[in-house]
């Protein structure tokens, strides 16, 4: 009996020990949320608002309330919280808890984007090059998989070695259609680039400087100083490509000196005309 006793005594005591357990862990998560809300109603958190608007988007310790999801999303992207931003383009995307807005949903992603956001630089990817919710737009689609990438975004680094692949399927093919046409040397890329260059043709200077970057044109070796100064020359007359590439050339110290001031100037007059990877530069990179 005596046994019998002792038995139950730890049985009991183990169970107010687990109840106390249950109940300390309940009022934490308690506390995690009135935490929260405290933050988020005094503006002090972006994170806090971000991360109280998925609460009541997921009804996690709340009620699910997309009206709500809502309002603690938009507070949190209008001080610029860059995974509230994604969220946001995310439902306006899907038209989860909120009528499939097209704009709305592209210009949370692109703002996402712009401040390095990975995840929403993938997305924006996947958008122009397929065409939804905006027009199909190959380059950009390939300049957002670059951007995404470079942060090891796998799924990005997959698409990319795609779409470098047809690339230059469809560049040997245009190869072959021009050496049917004529053989004549005096009609290479190479000379054509040059003449229309040495007239003033900006983008023509430009693909020079491509050339020279790379080094892949039959007869020509690769040289960051040519490249540097066919850019420069592009550039000047205002040529975004090739003043984004003379930023990263001042920048990494390719063909020039390293000068960030400069590298800056030609980052910012690409990022005026709109060269993503140009914004993407001149902003930083907040969440390497």
């Known amino acids: 009996m ?14 107010i020990l687990l109840l106390s357990a249950f109940a300390a862990q309940s009022v934490l998560a308690n506390d995690d949320l009135q935490v929260l809300r405290q933050a988020a109603e005094a503006d002090q958190s972006a994170k806090a608002q971000y991360r109280l608007g998925l609460r009541y988007l997921q009804g996690k310790g709340v009620n699910q309330d997309s009206r709500s999801a809502l309002m603690w999303l938009q507070r949190a992207a209008e001080q610029n919280y860059a995974p509230a931003q994604y969220q946001l383009g995310e439902l306006y995307r899907t038209g989860d808890g909120v009528d499939i807005d097209a ?15 990975p995840t929403a630089q993938y997305k924006l990817g996947t958008l122009y090059l397929t065409g939804n919710l905006v027009e199909k737009d190959l380059i950009a689609a390939t300049e957002w998989m670059e951007l995404a990438s470079e942060h090891g975004y796998t799924e990005a680094k997959q698409i ?23 053989r004549e040397a005096s009609t290479t890329p190479l000379n054509t ?13 430009y693909q020079l400087g491509e050339i020279y970057r790379k080094g892949t044109e039959k007869g020509v070796s690769r040289s960051f100083k040519e490249a540097a100064k066919w850019y420069g020359m592009a550039a000047e007359q205002g040529n975004a490509e090739a003043q984004y590439q003379l930023g990263e050339f001042y920048s990494k110290g390719r063909g020039v000196k390293k000068n960030k001031k400069i590298a800056r100037k030609w980052y910012k007059a690409a990022a005026e005309q709109g060269h993503l990877k140009a914004k993407y530069q001149q902003r930083g990179c907040g969440f390497c």
């Open 160 to 182: 990319l070695a795609e779409l470098n692949k047809a690339a230059l399927t469809t560049n040997d093919t245009i190869a072959a259609q021009t050496e049917d046409n004529t």
């Open 103 to 117: 704009a709305a949903a592209v210009e949370y992603l692109t703002s996402a984007a712009e401040q390095g956001y």
């Open 193 to 205: 680039h040059i003449r229309a260059a040495e007239r003033g043709d900006a983008k023509a200077q």
């Open 2 to 15: 005596r046994h019998f006793a002792t038995m139950r005594f730890i049985i009991r005591a183990l169970f």
